[in-house]
């Protein structure tokens, strides 16, 4: 019972505030507002990005060298001219999950996860630098 209360004290290894920055092919008329800061606090994150697009992810250490992140955008209360894209590239005020694994490179408290959505037909190329503590 000790080592319960021991372990849920700990620290995610992740935990942090970082720099979200993306760049994509994507070619087509929607605007993408996806960067930005966010927390990642217990391995999860929610923030809501420059169009009021609410992003809820989490991410989940698979070794020294990756990490799983799957991030939901909720575009329900985005603003009227923000849509998301289907797989098939068509517009979407529907929930969008994306899934992909990081690629995690550290060294003492700095991090950096970087890797490559494939949606559809899009790439997307993300990069989450840590640049802070959790605010208390």
Request: charge should be neutral.
């Given at each position: 019972?000790?080592?319960?209360?021991?372990?849920s004290?700990?620290?995610h290894?992740?935990?942090?505030?970082?720099?979200?920055?993306?760049?994509?092919?994507?070619?087509?008329?929607?605007?993408?507002?996806?960067?930005?800061?966010?927390?990642?606090?217990?391995?999860?994150?929610?923030?809501?990005?420059?169009?009021?697009?609410?992003?809820?992810?989490?991410?989940?250490?698979l070794?020294?060298?990756?990490?799983?992140?799957?991030?939901?955008?909720?575009?329900?209360?985005?603003?009227?001219?923000?849509?998301?894209?289907?797989?098939?590239?068509?517009?979407?005020?529907?929930?969008?999950?994306?899934?992909?694994?990081?690629?995690?490179?550290?060294?003492?408290?700095?991090?950096?996860?970087?890797g490559?959505?494939?949606?559809?037909?899009?790439?997307?190329?993300?990069?989450?630098?840590?640049?802070?503590?959790?605010?208390?």
């Amino acid at each position: 019972m000790a080592n319960i209360a021991i372990l849920s004290l700990m620290a995610h290894p992740l935990d942090g505030k970082y720099l979200v920055t993306s760049t994509t092919d994507y070619k087509g008329p929607l605007e993408k507002k996806s960067d930005g800061e966010t927390e990642i606090r217990d391995g999860r994150t929610q923030r809501y990005d420059r169009a009021n697009c609410l992003w809820t992810s989490v991410f989940r250490v698979l070794n020294e060298a990756e990490v799983e992140m799957i991030s939901t955008a909720d575009p329900a209360k985005a603003d009227l001219d923000f849509l998301l894209t289907r797989p098939d590239g068509s517009p979407t005020r529907e929930s969008v999950t994306y899934r992909t694994v990081l690629k995690l490179a550290r060294k003492d408290d700095r991090i950096q996860m970087s890797g490559q959505i494939s949606y559809g037909g899009d790439l997307t190329f993300v990069t989450m630098r840590k640049i802070g503590p959790l605010a208390s």
